[in-house]
């Protein structure tokens, strides 16, 4: 879709404290939800839900189990509606009875301070994820995202640039676990955080500036992927490819014309550690390039290591770039993590940068739908790629 | 000792307690009943082993089918429930909460973790009944209607 043509500008000051209330209501909302979903008791009498005549569980279990099971920790929203029991969980979305139709989300507040500018509070997006299950092998998965809600800049008034994105949406066909199609707009499987670079399920309030320079964020395509399970552990596998004009292309880097690609990453079995390789090459306007990466996780008790290294290289010298950062994530308190990062990062080709980057901050999750993050980044210099200064976030998950 | 070998020694048996913190939780809990063996079962119709390291595989659902290509349907117990930690620690050698940023990444594909049923009696209804389903219950309440898999010992839930 394309950005959304808006009527004038409204008075923004106006909007602005409105949009603020709605989402101090709509987290307060939330907030009372899953404070009830705690207190509710889960059974008041076990012999009640093995009972599939007076259960509240099992006579839901109809045919997809899957889907069709409302749990009693879920908040009903209408228990007999035509299309089955329409449930809510925080940051598990809604479920829409029977209909393999459930809806979800985030959104994220974002501050920024930027060394020597001013400073920026932006309301960033709202991002729905919709998943659609009509059979039980194949799935429709979209996250649309209304961007641009307001933007305030120190000293600045307020803008607003709503857009509507698609940031994803496509067709999966499982034929086992070693076999799956998946066809559309996905996220490109180059190391482990472009898998999943949301803000609230990332860990730090800055990106890597690798991230943000050498991976196209997003294919359209088709990718074949698939898990197998030697003895030691488990091998996923993609092997993708963009064979169509993108989808909602974003602007940075400049979108891709077509790529191909492919994944392998092995994991042990109870995910304490884990080691992966990632290559693409891509077209822009005639010109290729092409990205070989390795990464890996390590898990200990509280303490996660994450890391990621690449070397791009290619007809186009600016995109010509040498990368790896190490993050390390240490659980001091249920749900407070402190972070750490160091990055090295080298644009090998005309610009010449190289540059030593440093993230630190704590990460606080007291609950599955909320998430707040500052994070602090130095640098031993100021390059076009780097930004130092403070990044704070605010994420909800609905 | 140096005392950059004292700092190191003090810093590992730091995150080793905190690691352990909401296992001495959970095994204090444990500590007021009495030991018992758990059992991981499924449909009695279904004949192919199971090893933990499976387990884990499936109830993260990173193995999602059985070897007849049936669906697999894992079921938990409720969150926060003793028998879950036993279950976590068996499996995963780690406390269940040490899962949520898993399934938090994995909400961003669109994928959901396994259902929770109220009780045990709920599982074994539920897994004696449904062909594809696997769960964990106290080895005791094993009837005809399951065929156990694999086992663990924990505490009473």
Redesign the interface.
């Known amino acids: 879709m394309r950005p959304l043509d808006l009527p004038a500008r409204r008075p923004a000051h106006t909007h602005l404290a409105k949009r603020a209330l709605v989402l101090a209501l709509f987290v307060v909302a939330l907030f009372v939800v899953d404070v009830a979903r705690a207190e509710e008791p889960?059974?008041a009498d076990?012999?009640l839900?093995?009972d599939?005549q007076t259960?509240t569980?099992?006579p839901i279990?109809r045919t997809d189990?899957?889907r069709s099971?409302v749990?009693?920790?879920d908040f009903r929203i209408w228990d007999d509606s035509p299309i089955g029991t329409i449930s809510y969980r925080p940051?598990?979305g809604i479920r829409f009875g029977d209909t393999g139709l459930?809806v979800?989300g985030f959104s994220t507040l974002e501050f920024e301070r930027v060394e020597h500018e001013p400073f920026e509070l932006a309301w960033d997006s709202v991002n729905f994820?919709v998943?659609y299950e009509p059979i039980?092998?194949f799935?429709i998965?979209s996250e649309l995202e209304v961007g641009g809600i307001f933007t305030y800049e120190q000293h600045e008034p307020v803008e607003t640039n709503a857009t509507i994105n698609t940031e994803r949406l496509f067709g999966e066909l499982?034929l086992?676990?070693r076999w799956n199609l998946r066809f559309g707009k996905f996220q490109t499987p180059i190391g482990r955080w472009n898998?999943?670079p949301?803000e609230?399920?990332v860990w730090t309030a800055s990106t890597p500036v690798l991230l943000e320079t050498a991976i196209d964020e997003h294919q359209t395509g088709v990718a074949l992927q698939g898990?197998f399970?030697p003895?030691a552990?488990?091998v996923d596998y993609w092997v993708y490819g963009q064979v169509m004009d993108p989808l909602d292309p974003s602007d940075t880097p400049s979108p891709l014309d077509r790529s191909v690609g492919g994944r392998i990453q092995f994991?042990r079995?109870?995910?304490d550690w884990s080691v992966g390789g990632s290559f693409i090459a891509s077209d822009r306007k005639g010109e290729w390039t092409a990205l070989a990466g390795l990464d890996a996780e390590f898990h200990?008790?509280?303490?996660e290591l994450l890391t990621e290294a690449l070397y791009q290289s290619g007809d186009i010298p600016d995109r010509d770039i040498a990368a790896i950062f190490v993050q390390g994530r240490?659980?001091?308190l249920?749900g407070l993590h402190l972070l750490t990062r160091y990055e090295f990062f080298d644009r090998l080709g005309s610009r010449g940068d190289r540059v030593h980057v440093g993230d630190m901050g704590f990460a606080w999750?007291p609950v599955?739908w909320l998430i707040l993050k500052t994070t602090y980044r130095v640098s031993d210099k100021e390059t076009d790629d780097v930004e130092r200064g403070v990044s704070a976030s605010l994420s909800v998950?609905f | 000792m140096r005392a950059t070998d004292l700092g190191h020694e003090a810093f590992r048996r730091l995150?080793?307690h905190?690691?352990?913190g909401?296992l001495v939780v959970a095994l204090l809990g444990a500590a007021s009943t009495s030991a018992e063996e758990w059992a991981i079962v499924v449909h009695k119709s279904r004949e192919e082993s199971v090893t933990l390291?499976?387990v884990?595989?499936i109830y993260?659902k990173?193995?999602?089918?059985w070897r007849d290509?049936a669906?697999i349907?894992p079921v938990n117990l409720?969150?926060g429930s003793a028998a879950r930690e036993f279950f976590a620690q068996a499996?995963?050698?780690?406390d269940a909460?040490s899962q949520?940023p898993?399934w938090?990444?994995q909400?961003?594909?669109?994928i959901?973790p396994p259902?929770?049923?109220?009780?045990?009696?709920?599982v074994?209804?539920?897994v004696g009944?449904?062909p594809?389903?696997i769960g964990y219950i106290p080895e005791r309440l094993v009837d005809d209607s399951v065929h156990v898999v694999a086992q663990f010992e924990g505490g009473s839930d």
């Open positions: 889960l059974l076990p012999e839900s093995a599939p259960s569980i099992l279990a189990p899957n099971i749990e009693e920790s940051a598990r459930q979800g994820l998943l039980e092998r799935r998965f499982s086992s676990d898998l999943v949301a609230p399920f898990t399970f003895t552990g488990s994991t079995p109870m995910r200990a008790g509280p303490f240490f659980e001091v249920r999750q599955d998950v | 995150a080793k905190l690691a352990r909401s390291s499976d884990a595989q993260l990173q193995r999602r089918f290509g669906v349907v409720s969150a499996v995963y050698d780690s909460g949520r898993y938090n990444q909400y961003f594909h669109g959901l259902v929770s049923l109220a009780s045990s009696e709920a074994l209804r539920y009944s449904e594809r389903a």
